[in-house]
């Protein structure tokens, strides 16, 4: 069995748990952590995380974060400049995740989501180098009444997390599942 289903089937074991409805923002989030290897299958398997979600009667949304910095970066009022000279960029990622946040507030609101319900956050990947995934999870969480599902590509062992394998980790307290074990 391939890697991505045996992530299905953990995603599926832990979402069948009845869920608390005292549950803090952290505690109402699953990393589901993959080898960045694996980006592609899992796109193309999205959908079966959908149907293990419908299964159990809860509501299913899927933002993407993939193409958010462009979508910023083309709306701002000194976008060629930053073209040119990309370091003036360090100083405005604070911007950046207000933007995310912002649009994030309208994707809730536009699919009526609600504590029984699941978001999916896809293309966290795109975030490398420009902000923490950390930070981007810290702020939407608060924002989700039922289940932040993140998919992870990096690594998770001793509850740190490595996002592409490319710098040192963070500690998170979300639940984490990964095809070799459930949470």
Same mark, same amino acid.
């Given at each position: 069995m391939s890697k991505i289903k045996?992530?299905?089937?953990?995603?599926?074991?832990?979402?069948?748990?009845?869920?608390?409805?005292?549950?803090? @923002? @952290?505690?109402?989030?699953?990393?589901?952590?993959?080898?960045?290897?694996?980006?592609?299958?899992?796109?193309?398997?999205?959908?079966?995380?959908?149907?293990?979600?419908?299964?159990?009667?809860? +509501?299913?949304? #899927?933002?993407?974060?993939?193409?958010?910095? @462009?979508?910023?970066?083309?709306?701002?009022?000194?976008?060629?400049?930053?073209f040119q000279q990309p370091h003036? #960029?360090? +100083?405005?990622?604070?911007?950046?995740?207000?933007?995310? /946040?912002?649009?994030?507030?309208?994707?809730?609101?536009?699919?009526?989501?609600?504590? +029984?319900?699941?978001?999916?956050?896809?293309?966290?990947?795109?975030?490398?180098?420009?902000? /923490?995934? /950390? @930070?981007?999870?810290?702020?939407?969480?608060?924002?989700?009444?039922?289940?932040?599902?993140?998919?992870?590509?990096?690594?998770?062992?001793?509850?740190?997390?490595?996002?592409?394998?490319?710098?040192? +980790?963070?500690?998170?307290?979300?639940?984490?599942?990964?095809?070799?074990?459930?949470?």
């Open positions: 045996r992530l299905v089937q953990s995603y599926s074991s832990r979402i069948a748990i009845p869920w608390r409805s005292d549950a803090a @923002a @952290a505690q109402r989030v699953i990393f589901c952590v993959y080898n960045e290897s694996d980006e592609l299958r899992l796109r193309a398997s999205i959908d079966e995380f959908q149907i293990e979600t419908s299964k159990l009667d809860h +509501g299913w949304a #899927l933002f993407d974060l993939t193409d958010t910095f @462009a979508d910023w970066l083309s709306k701002q009022r000194y976008a060629k400049k930053y003036l #960029l360090n +100083g405005l990622m604070h911007r950046y995740l207000v933007y995310i /946040k912002q649009e994030f507030e309208k994707f809730l609101e536009t699919n009526a989501v609600t504590e +029984g319900s699941v978001v999916a956050l896809m293309g966290v990947g795109s975030l490398f180098d420009f902000l /923490k995934v /950390k @930070a981007v999870v810290e702020e939407l969480a608060p924002l989700v009444e039922g289940r932040l599902l993140v998919f992870f590509p990096g690594s998770y062992e001793n509850n740190n997390y490595r996002l592409l394998d490319g710098y040192d +980790g963070w500690n998170y307290l979300a639940v984490s599942i990964t095809a070799d074990k459930e949470f």
